[in-house]
């Protein structure tokens, strides 16, 4: 399933403890179409653009833009530690681009 290009799978290991977690990058094969946003978020979007470099924020679509959409599946966790290893490899993986290939 990994040779598609549509499902990943992350791990971390420390000491007794891993966790993991699979992704579906449904975006890949699938997208939606904004078709109106509420004015507040119209009204946040200059200032989400602006800050989200320093601080990862998601990015509000234009009216006719499109969104697009990653599953987490498969969670994990094995361990003392494994709970916070979950957290942080969903953490992780959530404040960065799913474009990118396993790191974990």
């Given at each position: 399933m ?7 799978t992350w791990?971390?290991r420390r000491?007794g403890s891993?966790?993991?977690i699979?992704?579906?990058r ?6 939606t179409?904004v078709i ?11 200032v ?5 470099p320093?601080?990862?924020l998601?990015?509000?679509p234009v009216p006719?833009?499109?969104?697009g959409y ?8 094995v361990g003392?530690?494994?709970t916070a290893l ?13 474009t990118?290939?396993p790191?974990?």
């Amino acid at each position: 399933m990994e040779a598609t290009g549509l499902f990943s799978t992350w791990r971390l290991r420390r000491g007794g403890s891993w966790a993991s977690i699979g992704v579906y990058r449904a975006s890949r094969v699938m997208r939606t179409r904004v078709i109106a946003i509420p004015w507040y978020y119209r009204l946040a979007r200059p200032v989400f653009s602006a800050v989200s470099p320093v601080v990862p924020l998601p990015r509000i679509p234009v009216p006719g833009g499109t969104i697009g959409y990653t599953f987490v599946y498969n969670h994990l966790a094995v361990g003392p530690q494994g709970t916070a290893l979950w957290r942080e490899l969903l953490g992780t993986r959530t404040t960065r681009p799913w474009t990118t290939g396993p790191t974990c």
